[in-house]
C-alpha cells in the first residue's frame, strides 16, 4: 500500500508524520525534542528533522510539559511596560531566560493590590515556574520560587534583589555639598512606588551624616501614577509659586527630574547655573536630555539579569535560597549640576 503524502498546507501530527516516515512515534519524539542518551543513527535523525521542516510539524510544548512536568516558563509581574526604569529591568530578565531556553509571561498591575494577587494566580495556574516581580509589592510569598526586584518587604521564600540606598544618598549629598549647596530641595517618590521610603530615609540619614540642612518647606511629594516627564513638572511648578529659596533639587527619579528642568527653564531659571539638579536611575533619556542629566545609576539590566540567574539557580537546586542579593550604585556626573560660586544667590521667586 502506498504511503500517503501529508498536504503541506494542512496542520500534520506526530502520528501522521510517522507513518510517512515508516518509524516509530516515539523515535521521532526523542529526536524532534532532542532527549539524551538514545541511540539513534544520524542518518535517521536527519531524515526525520528534514521532513518535520518539509511539512512544518512542531513538537507539542503543552505535552512535553505534561511528560517532564516543567514549562520552562517564568512569570513576571510589573507595574507598567512604559517606563525608563522597568523596561530596562525587564530587558536584563528576558536577555537572561532566553539565552537560558526560557519563555516568560509579563502581567502589568498598575500598583493595585487586587491586580498583584489575581495576576500572580494566573501566572502560576498556565504553568509558571517561577516568579519576578519589578517594583511590586507582594503581600505573602508563593510555592514557587520568587524574586522581588527593589523589594523591601521580608517574606519567607522571596529573595529581594535591592539597591544599597544608603551608599547611593551619600553619593548624592556628598556630591551636592562639595559644590557648595546647602540649600536644597527634594522630591519624594510615589507613596505606591516600592523604592520611595527607603530611598527617602537614605536621604533623611545621610543628609545628618554629612550636615546638609532637610527644611519642610523644601520637600515636595510626587503622587501621580505616569512614565514621563509630566511627572515633575507640576510638582515643581508648585514649589516654585512658593518662593522658597534653594539652589538645588534631588530628584526621586530621572522622569521627575527631566520634567522639574522644564518647569524651572519655563520659570526663567537656568540649570545648572541657578539651580542644580540631579536625577536617579540613569535611564537611557538621562544622556540625553537637554542639559545631561547628572543621576544615580542603578545597573538596571544587571538587576534584572540577577533576579533571572536567581529564580533560575532555585529551580536547578544550584544555590540555596537567599533573603536579600544588594547591589551597587554609581554616581554619573553630566550637565545639570554646577558648583555654587561663593558670592551667589539663589534666584528671587518674582
Known sequence: MKKKTPSKNEPIGLKQLAEYLGLNPATISVVLNEVPGR????????????AAKQFNYQPSLLARSLRNRRTLTIGILVPELGDGYHTQVMSGIGDHLMEAGYFYFTAHHRHRKNLVEEYSQMLLGRGA??????????????????????GHRTLNGITNVVLDHRFAAELVLTHLHSLGHRNIAFMRGQPFSSDS??????LVHAAGEIGVPIRPELIVQLDQDIS??????????????????????VSFNDLAAIGAIRALEDFGLRVPDDISVIGFDDIKLAAFS?????????PMSNMGRIAAQCVLNQLNGSERFRKQITVEPELVVRGSTKALKPASQPAERV
Do not use: C, N
Not at 541511540?39 to 528534514?50: E, H, W
Not at 507582594?138 to 522581588?148: D, G, I, L, Q, R
Not at 521610603?197 to 537614605?202: F, G, N, V
Open 39 to 50: 541511540s539513534i543513527p544520524q542518518a535517521t535523525r536527519d531524515r526525520i528533522k528534514a
Open 129 to 150: 515556574e517561577a516568579l519576578i516581580g519589578i517594583d511590586t509589592a507582594f503581600e505573602h510569598s508563593f510555592p514557587v520560587p520568587t524574586v522581588a526586584v527593589a
Open 197 to 202: 521610603d527607603e530611598r527617602w530615609q537614605s
Open 228 to 249: 514621563s516627564p509630566e511627572l515633575g513638572y507640576p510638582v515643581m511648578q508648585r514649589l516654585l509659586s512658593s518662593r522658597h529659596r534653594f539652589t538645588a533639587l
Open 290 to 298: 537637554h542639559p545631561r542629566l547628572t543621576t544615580i545609576r542603578q
